[in-house]
């Protein structure tokens, strides 16, 4: 299938401090959506974005989608020790299969005091 | 309360042995998904179904079958022809081929 790359793997930051995880896609993506998996619980859904750069937030949580429709980004102001996980990417399947979606690769995010 | 169940929570088999994993929704939701994720990695899609009677393979539907005779049930049985069937499964629904996809708690399988 088609791949989406997240960078970086895992990242470790104090409280307070901000997070950037990336999304890249060798191909135009039709939409991109973003999860959270708390550890050892099950993927919860975020957001879904559809527009060539598109921004949403969602309290400290902003999502970006390129103007390119190649990337997106999810950006956290001032991490808590509640936003600990592991956070997904998702693409779409082309048309025919739009139901199937394809994960990346997850970037997960430790946050200590 | 809406939602997706899975049961059991913990599965543990002997090798050789056929297992079903249950996966039951009343949000009336038209499409369902198995996953397999594994230590440390990311999801993999296992077989979909986006209406009732029918349902495609995904990525790694090898040693895995579905059944979706009703709309709020899609088990998923592991065969003993799944080489590695260790892992954590994941059942999702959508209400439609486009929206997010809202999971269920999963079942740890641990085969012996």
């Known amino acids: 299938g088609q791949q989406v790359m997240q960078i970086p793997q895992y990242q470790h930051v104090q409280e307070g401090e901000d997070f950037t995880t990336y999304c890249n896609s060798s191909?135009?993506?039709?939409?991109i959506q973003w999860y959270k998996q708390r550890p050892g619980g099950h993927p919860v859904f975020l957001i879904q974005?559809?527009?060539?750069?598109e921004v949403k937030k969602q309290k400290r949580l902003t999502f970006q989608f390129g103007e390119a429709k190649k990337n997106s980004s999810l950006h956290i102001t001032a991490t808590q020790t509640t936003d600990v996980g592991t956070y997904f990417c998702?693409?779409?399947?082309?048309?025919?299969?739009?139901?199937?979606?394809?994960f990346g690769t997850g970037t997960r995010l430790q946050v200590t005091l | 309360d809406g939602g997706i169940t899975q049961s059991p929570k913990y599965l543990f088999r002997k090798e050789g042995q056929n297992v079903t994993l249950s996966c039951e929704q009343n949000l009336n939701h038209d499409a369902m998904y198995w996953y397999r994720q594994d230590p440390g990695q990311g999801l993999r899609l296992i077989y979909y179904s986006q209406i009732v009677n029918d349902f495609q393979k995904g990525d790694i539907a090898e040693g895995y079958s579905v059944s979706r005779e009703k709309k709020e049930s899609f088990p998923l049985t592991v065969t003993s022809a799944q080489k590695n069937p260790t892992a954590f499964y994941l059942c999702?629904?959508?209400?439609?081929?486009?929206?997010?996809?809202?999971f269920g708690p999963g079942t740890r399988l641990t085969v012996t």
């Open positions: 974005l559809v527009k060539s750069g």
């Open positions: 191909t135009t993506l039709s939409n």
């Open positions: 998702a693409r779409r399947g082309t048309t025919g299969t739009a139901s199937k979606l394809t």
């Open positions: 999702a629904s959508s209400s439609h081929d486009r929206g997010g996809q809202y």
